[in-house]
């Protein structure tokens, strides 16, 4: 009922727009995917230069992954449409066979918002932990889910996701230590990091750390530019060049 409020209150200030011009300075707080390309943008959109980028001839696009990449402190990035895809295809990265598994938060945005990807996509078999208020899991419980042998009738953990900021806990950032922590036990266990980092900006500013200090433990992340950046569209995966191609 709450959002549905929020939505008549934004609908009737937009209809009001036209007329009122105090209105055009109307923040719209219902989500940071609401955001609009500036002006500014725009114009780039307009007039950067084009080309195939499945052909390597794009260098608008490669630009934007070779600064991202660089920015994250990793070796290769690449553009794909949304962050639902960005996820998929990480964790796919992670667990590889179909049928094997990545540990996953019971309140993340993977498990609760992205139409069950993870498993109809990615062919996982997510093993759930339960999520803490401030977005972390229970270490104990990350250390006893992937010390499991494996068998025949065991699927192996092959990965551990993280989310931050966590918007499943109310814009919760998870702090250097935690994180830490977390890659201890995923590199006794083998298990290789991702973070769902669709507002890694926001994360990074909260804590006053350099994207790639912040994001140093994980091997593949997953960002989005329409989060508050204004952007229409897209995600980015980054990684080692060995996963991402």
Not at 55 to 80: N, P
Not at 152 to 162: D, N
Not at 201 to 207: M, P, V
Request: proline letters at 4%; charged letters at 25%.
């Amino acid at each position: 009922m709450q959002a549905k409020r929020l939505f008549q209150t934004a609908v009737k200030a937009k209809k009001a727009s036209s007329t009122s011009p105090a209105a055009h300075k109307l923040i719209d707080l219902r989500s940071d995917t609401v955001t609009r390309p500036s002006k500014r943008m725009f114009d780039a959109m307009s007039s950067v230069p084009l080309g195939d980028e499945g052909r390597a001839d794009c260098e608008t696009t490669m630009k934007l992954e070779r600064q991202v990449a660089d920015l994250f402190g990793k070796e290769s990035a690449l553009l794909v449409p949304s962050g639902v895809m960005a996820n998929n295809i990480n964790l796919k990265l992670m667990a590889g066979l179909s049928g094997e598994s990545v540990i996953l938060g019971s309140n993340s945005h993977i498990i609760n918002n992205e139409r069950g990807g993870v498993s109809s996509f990615a062919g996982i078999m997510p093993w759930i932990v339960e999520n803490n208020p401030d977005g972390t899991m229970e270490l104990e419980k990350i250390k006893r889910m992937t010390g499991m042998a494996s068998n025949e009738h065991i699927v192996p953990i092959r990965g551990i996701s993280l989310e931050s900021s966590h918007n499943g806990c109310n814009g919760r950032v998870l702090r250097p230590e935690y994180i830490s922590k977390v890659k201890k036990i995923a590199k006794k266990a083998k298990s290789k990091m991702h973070i769902d980092g669709a507002r890694s900006w926001n994360a990074a500013l909260f804590l006053g750390m350099e994207m790639k200090d912040m994001l140093k433990d994980f091997d593949l992340i997953s960002v989005c530019l329409s989060k508050g950046l204004g952007c229409p569209i897209g995600s980015l995966i980054v990684g080692s060049s060995k996963d991402v191609a």
